[in-house]
């Protein structure tokens, strides 16, 4: 099974923000949270638009947890 | 062998503990401490449901322990 | 599907980034923060052109989030 | 060769350890020191007991180093 | 595609430095900046002659980035 | 090819050292600094006797570098 398998309940809960355009958080690695809402999701990253509306491209590696905005 | 083998004596750990709904710790590569119970896991997270009864989707690259909430 | 497919959403924003030399900000793990602009790209690295006009191998495993410089 | 290959030494060490009941301390990447007997291993984790006889699920990816408790 | 094909240009450029004994900085993920020539490459490592000719092995997985010394 | 390929030169020159027992530095990406002689080396880890003849089973993807004493 490949990490990016759209059967998964992980990449699906994703795609439900993203059509949901729900505000989200997201922890990295780093202790960076970034806030904003998913714009795609990929292979290697997923692309969220803070509230500046800036794309950022976030690497899956990079991930710790994510979830809805509280 | 696939790192989700459902065989595994690690995945059926997590498995016992979202059917008891047992609250677990999960510590993180960030040194953030999760509590919560486990909702559901697949191959790339473990959902927990945090004490505000919220989703959070933990990355398993990041985990580096779990266990029963002491 | 391997990490560098260029047929993916990601690889393709940044073969953008590259062709339009839009500076660009990439925050790696170690918390460093290189702005440059994007020399080329490959399965293991990202090549980044930083203000000194010096060429930065970037590893792809280092890379926490990339942005266009604000 | 899979990670999990029980014919590794290093997998046998940790085995023997585990038959003989040899207490550990285990350093993760988070820099804690985890001390316990190892209850039993597979492909993603090393489950310790720790000293108040709980059961810890340590993720292979975060260990450092593992070496009999000094 | 491997990690370590010598097609890519990531590749071929440490080779480039190699040849050239050019001193290089590299960064790693431990925040540590190592100074020295590329004696060789490979796979899993590389392996630079640092300022008092002795070999360190670098493994390629805790490489943030690599650049000409300034 | 595996990362365990006794052909390759990074897991030839750590062979040189085992033969010799050559006092060696691994620093992780904890920041810790082991020293000691490695007794054997596997497709997952080093094993490193310390100065106090005690096994240390290093996993190698928490090595940042390997280097003779200094």
Same mark, same amino acid.
């Given at each position: 099974?490949? %990490?990016?398998? +759209? $059967?998964? &309940?992980?990449?699906?809960?994703?795609?439900?923000? +993203?059509?949901?355009? /729900? &505000?989200?958080?997201?922890?990295?690695l +780093?202790?960076?949270?970034?806030? $904003? +809402?998913?714009?795609? /999701? %990929?292979?290697?990253?997923?692309?969220? /638009?803070?509230? $500046?509306?800036? &794309?950022?491209?976030?690497?899956?590696?990079a991930?710790?947890?994510?979830? &809805?905005?509280?």
């Open positions: 099974m490949s %990490d990016f398998d +759209t $059967g998964l &309940p992980s990449i699906r809960q994703v795609q439900t923000y +993203t059509q949901d355009k /729900q &505000p989200v958080e997201i922890k990295l +780093t202790n960076d949270i970034l806030v $904003g +809402t998913v714009f795609w /999701q %990929d292979h290697n990253c997923i692309c969220l /638009q803070d509230e $500046g509306q800036q &794309p950022i491209l976030v690497w899956r590696q991930i710790a947890y994510l979830k &809805p905005k509280s």
